[in-house]
């Protein structure tokens, strides 16, 4: 079964630091662009970050310089380091896969607050 | 990058055919056949639907179709029933690798 699993998400003052992880399986990692896409509540879907197979890196303007997306195809995982965060970063983060965004996982809570 | 612009809400009664635009610019819609479509249920992950504009994922239902016109693309959902109300999200590709999202419908079932 191919399927996306996220964790990592939790509450971090502004200004912390938090990395999210997603763990794939059911497919051959290596062959797919990755994206991470969050939600704030009761928002809309917001595209945050991609990475290409060949591991080039792609942001939103929004987190920009404070994210970094990364994947280690060992280990069929894709990472978000998030740095700088904000209240406005309050979101449930999904990773999801190839650029139709195809598999989706079930997403992680991430709530900046003090 | 600005958001797609999505209708906030549309309704239907069951077994009728309802229709979602989104319209985006000659950045992103218009300039490429990567518009996606997405069904959300309160509560859970969203659902690819549509992809490259028309194409429907193993499953889901031919009730659901997509097409493009200039920088607006739309889904068509017909014979309206209960299980398709839902938050519907429209998705395109915006060059330099980047994408962009509507701000999402809200499809009420009568």
Redesign the interface.
Do not use: R
């Given at each position: 079964e191919v399927q996306l699993v996220e964790s990592g998400g939790g509450l971090v003052q502004p200004g912390g630091s938090l990395r999210l992880s997603c763990a794939a399986s059911g497919f051959t990692f290596s062959s797919y662009d990755m994206h991470w896409v969050r939600q704030g509540t009761g928002k809309g879907l917001e595209w945050v970050s991609a990475i290409g197979t060949s591991g080039d890196p792609y942001y939103s303007g929004s987190v920009k310089g404070r994210f970094t997306i990364s994947r280690e195809n060992a280990k069929n995982s894709l990472y978000l380091q998030m740095n700088s965060l904000r209240a406005g970063d309050t979101a449930v983060y999904y990773c999801a896969r190839s650029r139709n965004l195809d598999v989706w996982g079930q997403g992680t809570t991430v709530t900046v607050s003090s | 990058?600005s958001?797609l612009t999505q209708p906030a809400s549309v309704s239907g009664s069951p077994g009728q055919s309802i229709t979602i635009s989104c319209t985006g610019t000659s950045s992103d819609v218009g300039s490429y056949n990567?518009v996606?479509w997405?069904q959300?249920h309160p509560g859970k992950?969203?659902?690819?639907m549509i992809?490259?504009g028309s194409k429907r994922?193993s499953g889901v239902s031919n009730r659901f179709s997509g097409s493009k016109s200039g920088s607006t693309a739309s889904l068509t959902i017909s014979g309206l029933q209960a299980e398709d109300e839902a938050d519907y999200?429209c998705?395109s590709?915006a060059a330099?690798?980047?994408?962009?999202?509507?701000?999402?419908t809200k499809l009420t079932v009568l």
């Open positions: - | 990058q958001a990567l996606s997405y959300q992950a969203p659902k690819l992809y490259e994922p999200y998705c590709y330099f690798n980047t994408w962009v999202f509507g701000g999402g």
